[in-house]
């Protein structure tokens, strides 16, 4: 039993100096976290799952739900996906960005370009091509501005452009299958024949008057889309130009030029105390054509 007696004391030192430095190492860790600062508070914030454009129905597959820090939170946010199930998109979204109040129709609207339409405006679609509408990169949100190029009546030998509305937010833009008809060229063959093509349409937040003027302007003329900046809504006053003001005459009179033929009939005329009559159209078949009484 003697013999024994060192070795108990020896194992029982032994378990003391480790709980006593497990104890210590306890000690140190709690004293280093207590140091640490502690992370901001996260809540739940509501966001587009993928890129939601204007109209669109929202729908559980749109949302997820990311944990942002409470002091970061943006006014008019969401905590659950499950309240905004049915709600209409009025401004695009991005993927990732928050689902804010303001960037929603109210409550009960139907899906569809009519729930991004404020009151007192109308939505009205014109067709445009590549050219037309700036090489495709005019989307949803820009504002442009509308010329057109009048080519019949008074301005068949005399082309203008002007423009006629500014700053003039874009809704949207999509295609459209359409169908058109042309000549058919083969004298055995007459009457007309069809193709289907996709052009390109752009919807544009107009007043009623505003409205009235792109209508007449696509009746009579072709109409172009001149894209903006965002930041921009300065108005621009313009006269206008014809190609009588556009191409100079012959000589470099420097008098509003014109088409050369037309300037020397002008000017022949003139010269023998002759004064232009009325103008009269005439339309054959597919040709048409004007003469001067």
Same mark, same amino acid.
């Given at each position: 039993?003697?013999?024994?007696?060192?070795?108990?004391?020896?194992?029982?030192?032994?378990?003391?100096?480790?709980?006593?430095?497990?104890?210590?190492?306890?000690?140190?860790?709690?004293?280093?976290?207590?140091?640490?600062?502690?992370?901001?508070?996260?809540?739940?914030? %509501? =966001?587009?799952?993928?890129?939601?454009?204007?109209?669109?129905?929202?729908?559980?597959?749109?949302?997820?739900?990311?944990?942002?820090?409470?002091?970061?939170?943006?006014?008019?946010?969401?905590?659950?996906?499950?309240?905004?199930?049915?709600?209409?998109?009025?401004?695009?979204?991005?993927?990732?960005?928050?689902?804010?109040?303001?960037?929603?129709?109210?409550?009960?609207?139907?899906?569809?370009?009519?729930?991004?339409?404020?009151?007192?405006?109308?939505?009205?679609?014109?067709?445009?091509?590549?050219?037309?509408?700036?090489?495709?990169?005019?989307?949803?949100? *820009?504002?442009?501005?509308?010329?057109?190029?009048?080519?019949?009546?008074?301005?068949?030998? *005399?082309?203008?452009?002007?423009?006629?509305?500014?700053? =003039?937010?874009?809704?949207?833009?999509? *295609?459209?299958?359409?169908? #058109?008809?042309?000549?058919?060229?083969?004298?055995?063959?007459?009457?007309?024949?069809?193709?289907?093509?996709? %052009?390109? =349409?752009?919807?544009?937040?107009?007043?009623?008057?505003?409205? #009235?003027?792109?209508?007449?302007?696509?009746?009579?003329?072709?109409?172009?889309?001149?894209?903006?900046?965002?930041?921009?809504?300065?108005?621009?006053?313009?006269?206008?130009?014809?190609?009588?003001?556009?191409?100079?005459?012959?000589?470099?009179?420097?008098?509003?030029?014109?088409?050369?033929?037309?300037?020397?009939?002008?000017?022949?005329? #003139?010269?023998?105390?002759?004064?232009?009559?009325?103008?009269?159209?005439? =339309?054959?078949?597919?040709?048409?054509?004007?003469?001067?009484?």
């Amino acid at each position: 039993m003697r013999s024994k007696g060192p070795i108990i004391f020896l194992v029982l030192a032994l378990v003391l100096a480790g709980v006593a430095a497990w104890g210590a190492h306890r000690w140190i860790k709690s004293q280093a976290q207590k140091r640490v600062p502690k992370g901001p508070t996260l809540v739940p914030v %509501v =966001i587009a799952k993928t890129k939601l454009a204007p109209g669109l129905r929202l729908a559980k597959a749109h949302l997820a739900v990311k944990r942002w820090p409470q002091g970061a939170v943006p006014p008019g946010s969401f905590r659950r996906p499950q309240t905004l199930i049915g709600r209409v998109v009025r401004a695009p979204l991005a993927k990732g960005e928050a689902v804010l109040m303001y960037k929603l129709a109210p409550k009960g609207v139907a899906g569809g370009l009519s729930a991004i339409v404020p009151p007192g405006f109308r939505a009205l679609t014109v067709r445009v091509d590549e050219v037309i509408g700036v090489g495709g990169f005019v989307q949803p949100g *820009d504002r442009v501005d509308v010329l057109v190029t009048v080519l019949k009546g008074l301005y068949r030998e *005399d082309p203008i452009t002007r423009t006629v509305l500014q700053d =003039i937010p874009v809704l949207a833009v999509g *295609d459209k299958l359409v169908e #058109e008809y042309t000549a058919k060229s083969s004298k055995k063959k007459r009457g007309k024949k069809s193709k289907k093509t996709t %052009v390109r =349409i752009v919807t544009l937040q107009l007043t009623p008057q505003q409205g #009235e003027y792109l209508a007449l302007a696509a009746t009579w003329g072709k109409v172009l889309l001149a894209l903006r900046n965002q930041g921009d809504r300065e108005k621009a006053v313009t006269a206008g130009i014809s190609i009588l003001s556009l191409v100079p005459t012959e000589g470099g009179s420097g008098k509003k030029g014109g088409c050369p033929k037309r300037a020397r009939a002008k000017s022949s005329t #003139e010269s023998v105390g002759h004064t232009r009559g009325p103008v009269v159209e005439i =339309i054959k078949g597919v040709t048409i054509s004007t003469q001067t009484l």
